[in-house]
Each structure stands twice: as C-alpha cells, then as structure tokens.
C-alpha cells in the first residue's frame, strides 16, 4: 500500500523508482534474483539464461523501435555479428570475456551505424525494408565467407573466462548475464531520461515536429541504430558463451521477427515491457512443448497437427496484442499495480 | 547455346511471375496503405487450395482453377474483416507487425490441415520444354509466364475500364473525394483485400506447379520487398517493371556468381539492389514522393 507519498523535491520527483515501496520490492526481486540459482535445477537456470539474454536483445531492440520509432527487422543480424564478433576474438586471439563483450557491442554499433545511414534520406516502411535487405545480406555472409565464420557448420567457442576464471556449465554463466541485464537496463532507463533519450521519443511521435524543434533527424535515428546494435552486440557475445557454438541458422529473419514480437507483447518503448515480453515469448514456447508432450502420451497419432500449433499461437499472440492490448504486458502490469496501490480501500 | 540467352529469357519469365505477386502486394498498399508482409503466405494458400482440388478431390483444372480464385478473395476479405479494419489509424509498426502474425497463423494452419510434406500437382501443361530459337525454357516456367501476364494484363483492364476499377482508383488517390463522390471506400479495401489475395494466389500456384507446395513456399514472397520498392510502393507500373528487373538480374547474377559463392547468390541479389536503389533514389524508381502538411 502506498499512502501519504509526497515530493518535496524536484529530485524525488525525477528518481527512476519513486516511492520507498517500490524500492523495498526492488530489493526482495534482488535478493530472489541471488537465491534463485542455488536452488533452480539445471534446466530451470538453462532457460533462464536463454531468457536473460532475450532480455538484453530486446532491449537493444526497444531503444530503436519502442523509442526512437524505427522499425528493424534486421535485430538477429546484429545480434549474430556480435556472436561472430566474439567468437573470432575468442579463438584466435584468446580474449576473455569482459574485452569481448565491448568489442563485439562496438562493431554490432558500427554495422548499425551502416545501416541505418539511409535513414538520412527515407523513413517509415521504406526504411522497414532497407533492414529487412541488411537482414538477408547478413545472413548471406554469415553462411558465404567461410574462412571468418566458418559457412554452414559454423564456430565452436571454448567456455568464457574472467579474470583467468573458466566460466562453464549454467550457474556460472547465470552470473554473467545477470550484472548484463542490470546494467542494459539501467543504462536504458537513464537513456529515456537525457537529451538523446528525449530525442528519440520526439523523433518517434512526429518526426517534422521534433526537426523544427532543432533536432538534427539523421544524427539521432544514427545514435538510436548504433545504440541499439551496440546492446544487440552484447547479447549476441552472451549468446556465444552461453551455447558455445554458433552457425548462421541462429540468426534467420525469424529470429528478428521474435525480438519483434517480444517488445509488442511485452510494451513498445518501455525497459520494463522489454524485460516482460522476452521473459513471456522465451517461456511461452517451453510451456507449450511440455503441455504437447504431455497430450503425446495419449494421443501419439494427434502430434504431427499440435506441433504446428506453436506456429499459429506465436502468430495469434502478436495479432491478439496488437489488437486488444497495444501497449502490451507492461500496460496490465501497471493496471495491476494500481490497483494495489490504495487496496484495500477504493479510493 | 549462348548461356546468357538462357539466363536472360528464364529470368523474364521469373520476372513476370514477381510481377504478378508484386502487383496483389501494390494492390493492397495503394488502397489502404497496408504493407502486407502475409503476402508469401497467400501465395501458399492459394497453391494449396489448388491442390486440394485436383489431387485430394480430382477436379479438373480449370473449375479448380476459380475455386483458388474464390478462395483467396474469401480470404482476404475474412483478414480485412477481422484484422484489418480493426488497425485503421495505428502506427506502421502495429499494421507491420499484424501481418507478419497474421503469415504466421496462416503458416501453422497450413501445416495442420496440409501436413509439412512435399506436395505436388498434376501436370497441366505439355511436357516438352519449350523451344525459343536458340533458347529452351521448361514448360511449367514458359506457362506460367504466359499465366502471370495474361491476369496482369487483365487486371490492367480492369482498373482501367470497370466501374470498380475506377472506383478503386479513386479511393487510392484521394478518400474524401471519393466518400463524397458516392464511393463506399469500406467496400474498396475489402475489394482491395480480395483482389490482392487473388493476384497473389495465383502466383503462389505458378509458382507451386514449377517447384513443388510447401509450407514454407510463403518465403518467395519476402523477395516481393526489393520488387516492390523498386517500383516505388504505389505504383502497379512500376511493381510490374520492379518484377522483370529483379528476375532478370538475380537470374543473371546467380548464373555467373554462384560457382564463386557456392550458390545462394539468387536471392541476396534483390535485396542488393534494393539498397543500390534506394540509396540512389529513396523512394523507388516511380513511387510517388510523400508531401507531408501539418
């Protein structure tokens, strides 16, 4: 319950978590966050880490898309040159983790810079395209120039190391992808808040607006593309290290579209809805197959029309989203949330 | 036999099947400004309806030929219906992102009702492969050219000359005008809905009697994108143009590239010189350029 919650100052009111209950729940998610691996099986922190590192990804995508309005199909493609990135650093120079990861986000940064240069001459669907054409072309020479990326059989990667650490198996690697996430998101989060990050927001609303308002259109949609392929970097380092092995088949335009449906479901231009949609799409496919895999022990014959089934849920549940709650899980938390804000009394 | 002869005639005739899918995706662009990303799995539905008819019932092909055509208008007026109407005025990337569930959905659908196999069709036309001069082209190829332009050019005619036509030209060049004129500009995009549909149906079936119906058949319809918006989004010109080009050159560029590339040259060459293009010209080779007022 939250009651008698007044500002005195202009920094209270501009504190990112504003009132001493959302800190104090802040921290109990902090503390589960530390428990959760000493007592999660193997398979529960496995999909964890998948899920941890959706979450980065998608917040590289929201920066673009959610708040700066760009819409990118190509969001695999970086997330795979970061991988590719990592993984030549790794085995044929032998660098540890914490020099991979900053390199692997700065030439994701550099090809989305490239990509994004067009943006200085069209926008909306035309722009749409041009990524959906660096998507294809990345793809294509992930799979082309064998002698960097290892064609269709791909890398293999031997296990990150920090600090001369070997970091193998999950619970080690839980450890790295959570400061990951913090820091993304902080970083997001604060993002939204300076000049850049209100850029963004006005490019995305009104783009002749936000131009008359002095901001330099091109020089921002640049900043959001090398900003967002930057953190699509990071994830794909994590991607890397995490599987330890990668081919282009990791990367196709579906795996764009996922990131996609993650920020729509989880709330457009929102860290906290990022965070939500990766979490919901990443489980929502596990628990359909565990529910499948349960109905196979009846009825075998009936599973080569369930499993298609997975196809169409996806699809319906961007449709359905989009449809009835376009400002997606986030929107439904904060309604749930201000429910209980003077519960248990009405008003 | 001169190879770039070859190269050059078969990429036409792939340059006019684009055309033809290119032609249902402007249809629906032009009307509502819809950019439907579900267009490949049109294609596939259409080819699979045909299937059903004349493998799994054993019609013939002609009556099994309207029934693809009645049912991809059926369709595309169900996805208006339900979907569509419900998303006027939302931002690009809600309407994007709806057509790309909606292929989606359409995508596991197929695979239940139709199973992932391989399928086939009858053979519809003559064998023997037709001979040009110095140039043979496979028959299903040739055929399916000599298909593709005959409803491009009746779709011409219609739009041309019919009063719906018009009217739908109407309502792509301005909405009130066309509301006070006594257009029902709802209509025109069901109407739209269903015309696309139909156009992009049947290339899905020229292009499912050269290669076989799967599923997956809806990833041709990705390389509509570099057609498209070579032409520039609104123009059925420029989309017609758009197909030959992009056949052509990605027929040319594979012949000689792909032993150097170990094949796949074909389709990342569209999307090559859709980049090309726009960086030279940002809004196609005859797409009109957006004037915005405020």
């Not at chain 1, 200085?120 to 054409?133: E, F, N, P, V």
């Not at chain 1, 029309?305 to 549940?317: A, D, E, I, R």
């Not at chain 2, 257009?183 to 290339?203: K, Y």
Request: charged letters at 10%.
């Amino acid at each position: 319950m939250r009651i008698g919650d007044f500002k005195e100052t202009y920094a209270a009111d501009e504190a990112v978590f504003r009132s001493t209950t959302s800190r104090f729940w802040l921290g109990v998610l902090f503390v589960l966050l530390l428990i959760f691996p000493f007592i999660a099986s193997d398979y529960l922190l496995y999909m964890a880490n998948l899920t941890g590192i959706a979450i980065v990804a998608a917040i590289g995508l929201n920066i673009l898309t959610g708040a700066a309005g760009q819409i990118s199909l190509g969001h695999a493609g970086f997330v795979g040159i970061g991988a590719y990135t990592s993984a030549v650093l790794t085995n044929h120079l032998g660098l540890p983790f914490l020099i991979c990861l900053p390199l692997a986000g700065l030439m994701s940064a550099f090809f989305g810079i490239l990509v994004g240069a067009p943006s200085m001459r069209m926008k909306g669907l035309y722009l749409c395209i041009t990524t959906l054409a660096a998507q294809v072309i990345f793809e294509f020479i992930f799979v082309h120039w064998e002698s960097v990326t290892g064609g269709i059989r791909g890398l293999n990667v031997p296990p990150p190391s920090i600090f001369g650490l070997k970091i193998d198996g999950e619970f080690g690697f839980y450890w790295l992808v959570l400061p990951v996430i913090i820091l993304t998101a902080t970083a997001a989060r604060n993002l939204f808040r300076t000049r850049v990050g209100r850029a963004f927001i006005a490019i995305r609303d009104r783009d002749i607006s936000a131009e008359l308002m002095g901001i330099n259109l091109f020089r921002y949609k640049l900043y959001a593309f090398a900003s967002s392929s930057f953190i699509a970097g990071m994830a794909g380092c994590l991607w890397v290290s995490h599987l330890k092995t990668i081919t282009p088949e990791h990367f196709p335009l579906h795996e764009s579209i996922r990131y996609l449906a993650m920020i729509i479901v989880g709330g457009l231009g929102n860290i906290l809805g990022s965070i939500f949609g990766a979490i919901f799409m990443t489980l929502i496919p596990e628990v359909l197959q565990t529910a499948l895999k349960f109905f196979e022990q009846f009825k075998p014959e009936a599973m080569a029309y369930l499993y298609p089934l997975q196809t169409v849920v996806f699809g319906l549940l961007i449709v359905v989203f989009l449809v009835f709650e376009p400002h997606g899980l986030a929107e439904i938390w904060c309604r749930i949330k201000n429910y209980f804000r003077l519960w248990p009394f009405k008003h | 036999m001169n190879i770039f002869l070859i190269l050059l005639t078969s990429g036409i005739a792939v340059g006019g099947i684009y055309a033809l899918i290119a032609l249902g995706f402007v249809l629906i662009y032009k009307a509502t400004s819809i950019i439907n990303f579900a267009t490949g799995e049109f294609m596939m539905i259409g080819a699979y309806i045909f299937y059903t008819f004349t493998v799994m019932l054993g019609w013939p092909a002609i009556p099994a030929f309207i029934m693809v055509m009645a049912g991809a208008a059926l369709l595309g007026m169900l996805v208006e219906f339900s979907i569509l109407r419900h998303m006027l005025g939302q931002p690009t990337i809600s309407i994007v992102m709806v057509t790309i569930g909606l292929s989606s959905i359409l995508t596991g659908f197929a695979e239940i009702i139709w199973s992932s196999d391989f399928k086939s069709f009858p053979p519809l036309f003559p064998r023997s492969p037709i001979i040009l001069g110095d140039v043979i082209i496979r028959s299903n190829l040739f055929w399916g050219f000599v298909v593709a332009m005959v409803t491009v050019a009746l779709f011409a005619v219609f739009f041309k000359y019919s009063k719906i036509g018009i009217a739908m030209r109407a309502t792509a060049g301005d909405q009130m005008a066309s509301y006070s004129m006594g257009i029902n500009v709802r209509t025109m995009f069901t109407t739209a809905w269903a015309l696309g549909a139909i156009a992009a149906s049947l290339g899905g079936l020229i292009i499912g009697n050269i290669g076989g119906v799967q599923p997956n058949l809806g990833s041709i319809g990705l390389k509509i994108f570099p057609v498209v918006i070579l032409g520039g989004l609104d123009s059925i010109g420029g989309a017609v143009l758009g197909g030959f080009i992009v056949g052509i050159l990605e027929n040319i560029a594979g012949g000689y590239l792909d032993p150097y590339f170990n094949g796949g040259v074909k389709d990342v060459v569209p999307f090559i010189i859709l980049v090309v293009i726009l960086m030279v010209k940002p809004y196609g080779l005859f797409g009109r350029r957006e004037i915005e007022r405020l």
